[in-house]
């Protein structure tokens, strides 16, 4: 098996199983985030300790790279500062658009199956929705449109 069949098979299974799927109530921080462009719709609910992500989960409807991405994100991103989380999305971030990223995808774990999305840049927002709205809910926002 290659490593595109793998990254593949990580995000059909996280397509059709989603981890932390679902809200947290009561939340300490709350978000929504749409795709214009394809429909895609999330909300990100957050519970914080101090600057730590201490419980997070995500809902909502979208396509196979936006459901996947989210249940990346949400098991990457769970016990992490505020510090690690923009470290860690700059890297994500860098990954999903720039052709000519140093980011060795291995690097980043189960992250690394969303390298493949840059060949696609229509589905690049659908990969970054979940990152830009668990940003704005750690910014105090309530909304995000994700815009890359």
């Not at 214009?36 to 909300?43: A, I, T, V």
């Not at 690690?84 to 189960?110: M, N, W, Y």
């Not at 969303?114 to 229509?122: D, I, N």
Request: charged residues 20%.
């Amino acid at each position: 098996m290659d490593l595109k069949d793998l990254y593949r098979d990580v995000i059909v299974d996280h397509n059709k199983n989603p981890r932390n799927f679902g809200r947290l109530e009561p939340a300490d921080l709350h978000a929504d985030g749409h795709n214009p462009l394809c429909g895609d719709q999330l909300s990100v609910t957050v519970n914080m300790t101090g600057d730590r992500i201490a419980d997070i989960r995500f809902d909502g409807s979208g396509c196979a790279i936006s459901v996947a991405s989210a249940s990346l994100m949400t098991e990457a991103v769970r016990g992490k500062t505020l510090t690690e989380f923009a470290a860690l999305h700059a890297r994500v971030h860098e990954l999903l658009t720039q052709h000519d990223s140093s980011i060795d995808p291995a690097s980043l774990g189960k992250l690394g199956a969303l390298s493949g999305v840059r060949e696609f840049p229509a589905r690049v927002k659908c990969a970054s929705l979940c990152w830009h709205t668990l940003q704005a809910a750690l910014q105090h926002e309530t909304n995000a449109i994700s815009t890359e």
